[in-house]
């Protein structure tokens, strides 16, 4: 069986995702497919110049290494242009974006070259350049956001047994770009059902709220949001305050909802299917046989 994540944008606040009827299924707007094998999922935009910009991880079961990929939409939500964002010899997904005054940056999860780096765009959104290391640790799907006076990121660690699905970590600094301490109750979270990070940080009626996944019966199967009770440099505490399911957004990706980030007025998701097809099973030799004929060339 394999994944197949698909994103959707959804034109109104995230702060309705804690509404009693929760964010209006009927009014999303989905993503291209993406065709045999391959997905998009962990979505993350903002609105730049005159055009709302998606960056999203790009994954082809037959290559095995997620790439950034960019859409760009019109005020009427047409595809304006799509393209490859960012690539590296590595792993990418969770391209979480962040707007500083005029300068865009991008915190990618990349967790196979054992850091954490930040990505400064100098042509949004076509074109990146590392600008620093906040962590020298694998970090997993890190989040980051203002909150009294701070920088603080959520984030998970690459580990044995699903570490980044039952620990969440927090950390804080002055400046975006550091220097990043631990939190000293690290990890803050523990527990399969809501400590990956799954989104954006976000305010409403005056509570800081943190999507998370729930991944008590599978990776990503739904999300529960966390109220923040207390987040100091030396207190941390939260509990769930409500559950987003996948059921009812797209016809057959009922299996899973693992993001729910915050586009400025705009709401991004993503869905899974399970395609359980007998094809995958090729995609596999198709895999290993690439990979020989590498190791062969090198």
Known sequence: MVDIWQVGIVPEPIGNALASQGLDKSRVVWLPPQGSFRFIADPFGLFHGNRFT???????????????????????????????????????????????????????????????????????????????????????????????????????????????????????????????????????RTGRASSRPAGSAFEHDGQLHFPTQDCTTSYGSAINLLGIERLTPEEFSAGIVKRLSPE????????????????????????????????????????WLRRRLQATAS
């Open 54 to 188: 998606v960056l999203v991880e790009a994954y082809d079961y037959r290559v095995k290494r997620g790439e950034i990929h960019y859409y760009s939409y019109d005020q009427d939500w047409m595809l304006l242009e799509r393209g490859v964002a960012l690539k590296e010899p590595f792993h990418l997904s969770y391209p979480f974006l962040i707007r500083q005054g005029e300068d865009i940056f991008m915190l990618p999860e990349a967790y196979q070259s054992g850091r954490l780096t930040l990505y400064k765009a100098i042509d949004f959104p076509k074109a990146w350049q590392p600008v620093a290391v906040l962590l020298d640790e694998p970090a997993v799907d890190a989040t980051v956001f203002r909150h009294r006076q701070r920088w603080w990121m959520f984030y998970a660690l690459n580990g044995p047994d699903g570490r980044d699905t039952r620990e969440l970590h927090a950390a804080f600094a002055d400046e975006l770009t550091g220097p990043w301490s631990r939190h000293p109750q690290n990890p803050v």
């Open 248 to 287: 009812g957004w797209l016809d057959g990706f009922d299996t899973g909802l693992h993001t729910l980030s915050d586009g400025g007025g705009v709401t991004l998701i993503d869905v899974r299917r399970i395609e359980r097809t007998p094809m995958r099973h090729l995609i596999k030799l198709q895999y």
